[in-house]
């Protein structure tokens, strides 16, 4: 076909035209990488908690380890910090303490020995200060520990004290009077060291009126008595942990033979 007369083979329209239907196609077409407002290169990035490949955000969420340092953590009670011991009757052993932090309940261990070990010495669960140990032997040693305990667990053992307990009342004194003596026999008691006999004449004054005796075996032989008078007599032991209780009274007189 013969093109119209006056017009090239490049008209502009022509050229015109073509650029016009490329940018249609294209732009119909999301624009590729040649585009910087569209195509691929548009992808919103993927949110933060998910970039890493973890389930939790960036704060660590539930996973955070508990502060060792937080005071609301749960612990095991304090050591007690003081064990106290005391004689109360010549024949108790009265234990008090301080509260420990954090404790619901205390354990009191004694033994015989020094060196407390609560796997192997005798325990009295559950114990409240003061506590009384009236189960204890005139005259020996005891020494004890204590632990504080909560549901998390027990502390460590308190420091150890030691007591020791007065001898316990003498048995079995008797009494036979002579010419102007009285002798005094009475069964040893545990852990004495040495003994003591009141006396006196008048019943009611034998422990007060100063007159004592210090013996150091179960036995005594009061001379130089008057005749026909009346003696009153009661003896206790004494040990490492003092005077245990007097014995009950006796009392003798003298005769001419």
Do not use: K
Request: aromatic fraction near 6%.
């Amino acid at each position: 076909m013969t093109e119209p007369t006056g017009f090239s083979a490049r008209a502009p329209w022509r050229t015109g035209l073509l650029s016009a239907l490329l940018t249609v196609t294209l732009s119909a077409c999301g624009g590729g990488d040649a585009d910087p407002t569209g195509g691929s290169d548009n992808t919103a990035p993927p949110p933060a908690d998910l970039a890493d490949g973890g389930g939790t955000t960036g704060t660590g969420g539930s996973s955070t380890p508990t502060d060792p340092t937080d005071p609301n953590a749960t612990l095991v009670p304090d050591p007690v910090s003081t064990l106290n011991a005391s004689i109360e009757d010549r024949r108790i052993v009265v234990l008090t303490w301080p509260a420990s932090s954090r404790a619901t309940r205390y354990d009191l261990y004694w033994s015989p020995v020094a060196g407390v070990d609560p796997q192997t010495a005798q325990r009295i669960a559950n114990v409240t200060s003061p506590f009384s140990h009236t189960e204890v032997d005139g005259g020996l040693p005891y020494h004890y520990i204590i632990t504080a305990t909560n549901a998390t667990g027990t502390s460590a053992p308190s420091g150890e004290v030691t007591v020791t307990v007065p001898p316990s009342a003498i048995q079995g004194l008797s009494l036979t009077a002579g010419d102007s003596v009285v002798d005094l026999t009475w069964s040893g008691a545990t852990g004495a060291t040495h003994y003591l006999v009141y006396w006196s004449n008048d019943p009611d004054t034998v422990l007060s009126s100063g007159q004592v005796i210090r013996v150091e075996v179960p036995a005594l032989t009061h001379s130089g008595l008057q005749n026909s008078a009346t003696y009153h007599y009661r003896v206790s032991a004494v040990g490492a942990g003092g005077e245990g209780p007097v014995s009950a009274q006796l009392a003798g007189q003298p005769e001419t033979p």
